[in-house]
């Protein structure tokens, strides 16, 4: 399915329009909603399964290691340890043995 790129004549704006097989609709601009477009030069983008999973491996490593990941994670763990009694009905007492 291509995404084609497209500067509105006018307003300015410059979007990406993915077009569908089974779609009737064309493209219209987001900003004016006019139809007076021009179709922009692309290059093109090539994806394969191994690409797609090493690109998917590469971002869960950078979202994984970033501060926020792990600052939100220590956060997490805080807060399950504070209220977990909330959440935890108290056991019943224990019967002594005789």
Known sequence: MPIYEY???ACGHQFEF???PTAKETP???ECHGADLEKLPTGFALSTTELTKARVKKARAQH???KNFKDKQVAEQEH???HVREYMPEPPPKKKKQ
Request: hydrophobic share 35%; charged share 20%.
């Open 80 to 82: 399950i340890q504070e």
């Open 7 to 9: 500067e509105c004549r």
């Open 28 to 30: 219209a601009c987001p």
């Open 64 to 66: 994984q290691s970033g």
């Open 18 to 20: 993915l077009l569908l």
